[in-house]
């Protein structure tokens, strides 16, 4: 499983665009890319998902550069409800167990 | 849908005291079931995976268990609890028969307190 680097920490208000970047430079052919995100005292819950290029749903938009070897998650116009630990994750398709290998994720805090 | 439960949301425990912690999953059959273990302000720690009812795998060495007796239930045990066994323990599956690599579904957790 690809090893993953994300910051510890970032900071933003609210109303503002929030730029989560993960490397991941040792990504594999069929590996993807999934962000999730976690609240304090409850379970991750999936966010997006994608391969290459430009992925984007009601929540986020993750955007992958051509190598691959990073991504980066974008949050529009963040609100208090926002604050959470957000965690980048690469694995592929292949094999049938496909566990999940989490890093310390980004606490994202945003402010009034 | 699918819906996955897990219990008890807390538990507090006496240290050398037995474990149990119950995850099931309805609305899917033959799920890969997890366990993960959250310390505080920590990442989460895959404990066991599960492919099949009776086959476990064990990620780290520890003192807890796992069992599969039913489809759909994962089972968390531990004969004697130690202090460092206190945690956030999380329940996940996912559906095996999927061809691309989606995301996991994650329990409601179980905030565990060794004293």
């Known amino acids: 499983l690809a090893k993953t680097t994300q910051p510890i920490s970032m900071d933003s208000y609210e109303g503002q665009e929030v730029n989560i970047t993960c490397s991941h430079n040792n990504i594999a052919t069929n590996d993807y890319i999934t962000w999730y995100q976690q609240f304090p005292s409850q379970g991750p819950r999936f966010i997006i998902q994608?391969?290459?290029t430009k992925v984007t749903n009601e929540v986020a938009s993750l955007f992958i550069p051509a190598d691959r070897k990073s991504s980066t998650l974008s949050l529009p116009r963040v609100s208090l409800s926002d604050t959470a630990v957000y965690y980048c994750?690469?694995?592929?398709?292949?094999?049938?167990?496909?566990?999940?290998?989490f890093g310390s994720g980004t606490q994202l805090t945003v402010l009034p | 849908s699918q819906t996955i439960h897990q219990w008890p949301a807390t538990l507090v425990q006496p240290v050398g005291s037995p474990l149990s912690l119950e995850c099931t999953v309805e609305?899917?059959?033959?799920?890969?079931l997890y366990w993960y273990r959250q310390a505080a302000g920590r990442g989460l720690q895959l404990l066991f995976y599960?492919?099949?009812?009776?086959?476990i795998s064990s990620e780290v060495p520890q003192n807890l268990s796992a069992s599969r007796p039913q489809d759909r239930q994962f089972i968390l045990s531990s004969k004697k609890l130690l202090l460092s066994d206190s945690g956030f323990y999380l329940c996940?599956?996912?559906?095996?028969?999927?061809?691309?690599?989606?995301?996991?579904?994650f329990g409601s957790g179980t905030r565990l307190t060794v004293v």
């Open positions: 994750l690469v694995g592929d398709h292949s094999g049938s167990a496909r566990q999940l290998t």
């Open positions: 609305g899917t059959s033959n799920p890969n």
């Open positions: 599960s492919v099949g009812i009776g086959q």
């Open positions: 996940a599956w996912r559906n095996r028969g999927d061809l691309y690599w989606d995301g996991y579904t």
């Open positions: 994608g391969y290459k």
